[in-house]
């Protein structure tokens, strides 16, 4: 009898916002996206793409989709609907932090 394997849920790493278009679309492959929010700058391109999500909130609970928020320490990201999201804030730096025992990390490039 075969071994039935679990399968790894494949989670989008990103800082990058701004690419709510990307972001929605990578959604339909990814199991769900994590966001990091590294300075005040950042906020309004992510309160932009929360609101963009907003839309798709049925979908992305239907399809058992996980966003999460990180947040560093000093950035103050107040939506007014943050349902979809789970947030981590107060985040600090840790250099060379290693990842969780259950967790890998690729890096995923474009290809012309």
Known sequence: MFEKKPI???ILYTAQASQRDNIESLL???DGITVTLHTQEDVDDFRRL???LQRRKRWIKD???TLRLNVFKGVDV???DASLWKIK???????DCPLP???S???LEHMS
């Open 8 to 10: 790894p849920r494949l």
């Open 28 to 30: 339909n492959y990814y």
């Open 50 to 52: 929360n609101f963009w």
């Open 63 to 65: 399809n058992n989709k």
């Open 78 to 80: 107040y939506m007014q």
């Open 89 to 95: 804030d107060n985040i600090e730096w840790i250099p």
């Open 101 to 103: 025992a259950n967790e």
């Open 105 to 107: 990390i690729a890096k």
